[in-house]
């Protein structure tokens, strides 16, 4: 008897085969209307970071409010309330006040790339004007003491490109053995995917 319960409840094929279908168009309603909105947020950014813009506008009022409690860290949240800003994120505030102070550096790197928030368009922009680190202008240890520095930059073959996904994949692995570098890494990954895309 339990058999015959078991087979009772099970879907026929046509009610599967109509679920996925049901599942697919719902699929393809839900990446059109990404669609229309990526579209709609490349466009409402554009109006954004011109100099009426949102962006623009609330990274000003945000370094004029600085100025306001010059010996605070922090703006008040009295401050903000007073100004009807209190409901805007503090990261997003924070990053129209960065937007407001580098304005014209990032205008000008920005150039014709296309971003869709101002969170991509900082991260692209902090890993392309990135300084080198100390790291990688120390000479490496083990090296003769006579030896010149023209020398280092012969020894070192590149690989890039050379290597297969999957073997990519391994050497990043072996490199990332803890997990908050495996976290920093994906990280940084996300961003630097962000900022290259062209739409």
């Known amino acids: 008897m339990a058999q015959s319960n078991l087979a009772q409840n099970l879907p026929t094929q046509t009610e599967v085969v109509d679920r996925i279908n049901t599942l ?17 947020r490349k466009t409402w950014f554009k109006e954004d970071i011109k100099i009426d813009g949102i ?18 860290k922090q703006i008040s949240y009295e401050l903000k309330l007073q100004c009807n800003i209190h409901t805007f994120d503090r990261r997003y505030t924070s990053l129209c006040e960065w ?10 790197w920005k ?49 890039v490109g050379q290597l297969s996904p999957k073997e990519m994949a391994i050497a990043v692995a072996n490199v990332l053995k803890d997990e908050q570098s495996q976290k920093d890494f994906l990280y940084w990954f996300k961003a630097s995917v962000e900022a290259n895309q062209t739409f």
């Open 24 to 40: 697919e168009s719902e699929g393809l309603a839900i990446k059109e209307l990404d669609q229309k909105r990526d579209k709609t």
């Open 111 to 159: 150039g014709k790339r296309v971003f869709t928030s101002i969170f991509a368009l900082r991260k692209a922009y902090d890993l392309d004007t990135k300084k080198p680190s100390n790291e990688d202008t120390k000479p490496s240890k083990g090296k003769a003491k006579g030896s010149d520095s023209t020398s280092n930059s012969t020894e070192k073959v590149s690989n």
């Open 99 to 108: 937007f407001f102070t580098n304005y014209n550096q990032v205008l000008t």
């Open 55 to 72: 962006a623009y506008r609330l990274g000003k009022l945000m370094v004029d409010l600085r100025s306001v409690e010059p010996e605070k």
